[in-house]
């Protein structure tokens, strides 16, 4: 997975959505194996490459955000865990605002 990884970032391809679920994925399973900080590193590099090509007001961002935070929030690092679900709540009801029952 880390060479997809690698892969997709050399040819500027981290920031397409079929790739974000699958990262956000392998995130979580590097936090099931014991390896958290590996899994929040690739998630914050993703986190910056969906700023530089989208925003950081997109879902896609959100997502990220809040996959950090449950990563957060299963190494028992509850500050950070509440920062991270915090972005991803705002961005959810500011595109959502029109449908609450989505958020």
């Keep these: ?12 391809l981290l920031h397409i959505n079929d790739s974000i679920p699958q990262i956000a994925n392998y995130a979580m399973f590097l936090t099931e194996q014991q390896e958290p900080e ?11 490459i969906i700023k530089e090509y989208h925003s950081d007001d997109c879902l896609d961002y959100a997502k ?3 996959t950090l935070a449950t990563i957060y929030l299963m190494t028992a690092n509850l500050p950070q865990a509440k920062t991270h ?10 595109i959502w605002a029109d449908e609450p029952e989505m958020i």
């Design 85 to 94: 679900f915090k972005r991803a709540f705002k961005i959810y009801e500011k």
């Design 1 to 12: 997975m880390e060479k997809s990884i690698s892969l997709l970032d050399q040819f500027n």
């Design 64 to 66: 990220v955000q809040e």
């Design 38 to 48: 590996r899994g929040i590193s690739e998630l914050q590099k993703l986190s910056g």
